[in-house]
T-cell receptor, first 113, second 114 residues
Framework: AQSVTQLDSQVPVFEEAPVELRCNYS??????LFWYVQYPNQGLQLLLKYLSGSTLVKGINGFEAEFNKSQTSFHLRKPSVHISDTAEYFCAVSDPPGYALNFGKGTSLLVTP | KAGVTQTPRYLIKTRGQQVTLSCSPI?????VSWYQQTPGQGLQFLFEYFSETQRNKGNFPGRFSGRQFSNSRSEMNVSTLELGDSALYLC?????????????FGQGTRLTVV
C-alpha cells in the first residue's frame, strides 16, 4: 500500500509570508492525492485534490499544490498566509485510486503576527 | 445540504464496556468510511461500507466492527474497550459513483476510555 510522508511536523510562519508544506508518497504508480485541513476540535476539510490532468491544482482559501510524478511529491503552497490558516494539515493518498485514504502524520502550521 | 453528522460528539466509557457510534452521510452518498485519529498513530483507516457491504478494511482487531443500513447510515461498534481505544473517530462519506474521488468528513466522536 502507498504511504505518505509529511516532511515537517511543525511549520511556524509569520502572517503574510509564503508557506510550503511538503508531502511525498511512496510510489510513482497512478494515485489520487489530497490535502485536508483540520481546525481544533473539528473534522477534516478538503483543501484540494489531484486525480489526473493538470499537475498544478488550485484549492480553497488560496492554497495550491503541485503534483510531481518524478519526485513523487505533492507539496502544498500558499503565497501569503493569514492567522486563520493556523491548523493541522494532512496529505493523503487514495490507494488504490478510488479507495480508502492513507494519511500522513500531519503538519501543524502556526501563523503568528 | 446537510453535512456528515456524527453522534454523539463526546463519549466517556469504562474499560471493558462496548460502544456504538453513529454516522449519517450526506444525502445521496452511498460510501461511508471510518477513521481513528490518535496523537500517536495519526489517522488510520478502519473500514469502508458501500451499499451495505464492507468493501475495504484496515488493520484493526475484530473488536472493531461496523455496518451500514439501507439508508446509508452507518454505525461503528467497539467491544471490550481498552484504554488505547481513546481517540477521535471520524466518519466520511463519498459521492455517488462508488469511487473515493472526494471524502467529506464529519466532526467526529471523541471517545475517552477510563
Amino acid at each position: 500500500a502507498q504511504s505518505v510522508t509529511q516532511l515537517d511536523s511543525q511549520v511556524p510562519v509569520f502572517e503574510e509570508a509564503p508557506v510550503e508544506l511538503r508531502c511525498n508518497y511512496s510510489s510513482s504508480v497512478s494515485v489520487y492525492l489530497f490535502w485536508y485541513v483540520q481546525y481544533p476540535n473539528q473534522g477534516l476539510q478538503l483543501l484540494l485534490k489531484y486525480l489526473s490532468g493538470s499537475t498544478l491544482v488550485k484549492g480553497i482559501n488560496g492554497f495550491e499544490a503541485e503534483f510531481n510524478k518524478s519526485q513523487t511529491s505533492f507539496h502544498l503552497r500558499k503565497p501569503s498566509v493569514h492567522i486563520s490558516d493556523t491548523a493541522e494539515y494532512f496529505c493523503a493518498v487514495s490507494d488504490p485510486p478510488g479507495y480508502a485514504l492513507n494519511f500522513g502524520k500531519g503538519t501543524s502550521l502556526l501563523v503568528t503576527p | 445540504k446537510a453535512g456528515v453528522t456524527q453522534t454523539p460528539r463526546y463519549l466517556i466509557k469504562t474499560r471493558g464496556q462496548q460502544v456504538t457510534l453513529s454516522c449519517s452521510p450526506i444525502s445521496g452518498h452511498r460510501s461511508v468510511s471510518w477513521y481513528q485519529q490518535t496523537p500517536g498513530q495519526g489517522l488510520q483507516f478502519l473500514f469502508e461500507y458501500f451499499s451495505e457491504t464492507q468493501r475495504n478494511k484496515g488493520n484493526f482487531p475484530g473488536r472493531f466492527s461496523g455496518r451500514q443500513f439501507s439508508n446509508s447510515r452507518s454505525e461503528m461498534n467497539v467491544s471490550t474497550l481498552e484504554l488505547g481505544d481513546s481517540a477521535l473517530y471520524l466518519c466520511a462519506s463519498s459521492p455517488p459513483g462508488g469511487e473515493y474521488t472526494e471524502a467529506f468528513f464529519g466532526q467526529g466522536t471523541r471517545l475517552t476510555v477510563v
